[in-house]
């Protein structure tokens, strides 16, 4: 069984900063397993980790820490409406970044006829 984790040992095991880890904390997005010791140093067991990789795989997928949120907070079926709803906001999102790339090449084909 995996013991409880200090906050540089998640760090290190995940990549994530402290800062990260802190601003999960106080956005209620991860919150340490438990506290100890007379600085009340974070501690974070197997299922803290497992939440906190779960919130970096989403991350990667372009998820909002909202998005996020409510995907870790709820059932499988409005997961999968978030998922959907995630997919076509960056779906917009590419459509608009391919816009601004062929106008940035407009202009640039213009300054080659200058």
Not at 87 to 101: D, F, P
């Amino acid at each position: 069984m995996m013991q409880m984790k200090t906050v540089r040992e998640v760090c290190d095991l995940t990549g994530v900063t402290r800062k990260q880890l802190f601003y999960y904390d106080r956005i209620g997005l991860l919150k340490p397993t438990k506290r100890t010791g007379p600085q009340r140093a974070k501690l974070y067991g197997p299922k803290a980790v497992e939440r906190l990789n779960l919130i970096l795989m989403y991350q990667k997928a372009g998820l909002h820490l909202i998005e996020i949120s409510e995907i870790l907070d709820c059932g499988s079926l409005r997961a999968q409406q978030i998922l959907c709803q995630a997919i076509e906001r960056l779906e917009n999102e590419s459509a608009q970044i391919q816009k601004k790339i062929c106008f940035a090449r407009d202009i640039l084909s213009s300054m080659d006829h200058h």
